[in-house]
């Protein structure tokens, strides 16, 4: 089985980003991610509705990293350190040396390659240092910008499941999308 240790924090770099820990002075963009319809259209979770409930996320953010079970980051391009994004692992099974990979970023970063930057980062660091032998994306089917990210990275369409979670009175379709560590 892994043994997974995210202290000290492992910030990570790219050719314009850093990745670094999140923390309590992020709590208004946080809150703009988590508090906007339109990045949490294809996220089945509650809005955000106050910097409470922001500061709220930071706190599970953090408590998932203390205890190990998860990791995120802030993405921030490398001349503002201002948070535009999340990336970071979910659900990690050490006993399958698998985790879920997932990120979020603020509308007015779309459509400029962030994101893919970023995914390439993660997904190195959860191969090379965390030692995963497979990533899993669970995406909405309509999120077409999420599968060509994960598609660009190299990740392939697994399955479609029919109406699998119940969220806000309907049934919604996921797909799942994965990555082996090949090398």
Do not use: C, Q
Request: glycine fraction near 6%; proline fraction near 5%.
């Amino acid at each position: 089985m892994l043994s997974i240790n995210f202290n000290p924090f492992p910030n990570l770099e790219t050719e314009r980003l850093i990745l670094r820990r999140v923390d309590a002075n992020d709590v208004n963009e946080i809150f703009a991610l988590r508090s906007n319809p339109e990045t949490m259209k294809y996220i089945p979770r509650p809005l955000v509705k106050t910097t409470e409930d922001a500061l709220e996320h930071i706190a599970m953010i953090d408590a998932k990293i203390e205890t190990n079970e998860g990791i995120n980051w802030a993405i921030t391009l490398k001349d503002d350190p201002k948070l535009i994004g999340l990336i970071g692992h979910y659900r990690i099974k050490p006993e399958h040396f698998r985790a879920e990979i997932g990120y979020m970023l603020l509308p007015e970063f779309n459509g400029k390659g962030i994101i893919s930057e970023a995914v390439k980062e993660a997904v190195n660091y959860g191969f090379k240092v965390m030692k995963l032998h497979s990533l899993e994306a669970i995406i909405a089917p309509e999120n077409h910008g999420s599968m060509k990210v994960l598609e660009k990275n190299g990740f392939v369409k697994e399955a479609h499941l029919k109406e699998n979670e119940f969220y806000d009175g309907r049934f919604l379709d996921t797909v799942i999308y994965s990555i082996l560590n090949t090398k």
